[in-house]
């Protein structure tokens, strides 16, 4: 199906695990962006990339860490995950700079 | 990127015309103005943007004062539906999108 997927939509990890959320576009668009949302709270920048291969933080990148190897898809992992890292979390994708963003449904990750 | 203020929240009735305001006083000359909207656990939804000129879609209207450093997001007719978060975002191309507190908007009958 055309669009944004991320995956899993709900995941309880436990802290200290690693877990990586997927995310994947099938418009080939340039920009990913990864964000998180804390119950009650706005959406904070996590990291973002501008084509494959290139990375940069956003405004909250401590404890993830993300890749671009491919254009379409864009994984963020948590490596060593930690209770305030319970967030919902949401990938995002745009055909350029200048254009609209696209929002997955989000993951909502709990970490016990 | 510029930083906006948004009012944190508004008011309006079923049917009748919202405007939410934004402020960006900073705004530089390559800087986009962005609306999106966020309702209840949904990923956020691109609503309008535009840089100097006033620009309309089927979903709103969005009016940039001639000095850019404020704009206003007009919902024509707004229905219980549009109740939500909106954000009003300041980018240049090819930048972060960055989101702030936004303007919860009640729509109430």
């Known amino acids: 199906d055309a669009g944004i997927t991320q995956s899993p939509r709900y995941k309880i990890t436990e802290t200290g695990r690693q877990v990586t959320l997927m995310c994947h576009q099938t418009?080939?668009?340039?920009?990913m962006f990864w964000y998180r949302q804390d119950l009650g709270h706005g959406l904070r920048l996590i990291y973002y990339?501008?084509?494959?291969?290139?990375?940069d933080k956003g405004e909250v990148p401590d404890g993830y860490v993300v890749s671009r190897s491919k254009t379409e898809n864009f994984p963020l992992t948590l490596e060593s995950a930690t209770r305030s890292q319970t967030s919902v979390y949401f990938c995002?994708?745009?055909?350029?700079?200048?254009?609209?963003?696209?929002f997955g449904q989000g993951t909502r990750l709990t970490v016990v | 990127d510029a930083k906006t203020t948004q009012p944190p929240s508004m008011d309006c009735a079923e049917g009748r015309a919202a405007n939410l305001p934004c402020n960006h006083s900073t705004i530089s000359g390559n800087e986009y103005v962005y609306w999106y909207r966020q309702i209840h656990s949904q990923g956020p939804q691109y609503i309008i943007h535009g840089l100097k000129n006033n620009e309309t879609n089927e979903m709103a209207s969005l009016i940039i004062t001639e000095d850019r450093k404020s704009s206003t997001l007009i919902l024509p007719h707004a229905t219980l539906r549009d109740t939500a978060v909106y954000y009003c975002?300041?980018?240049?191309?090819?930048?972060?999108?960055?989101f702030g507190a936004g303007t919860i908007l009640r729509v109430k009958s």
């Open positions: 418009w080939s668009h340039s920009y």
């Open positions: 995002a994708s745009s055909q350029s700079g200048g254009i609209e963003a696209f």
């Open positions: 990339s501008a084509a494959a291969d290139i990375t």
């Open positions: 975002i300041v980018r240049s191309d090819g930048n972060k999108l960055v």
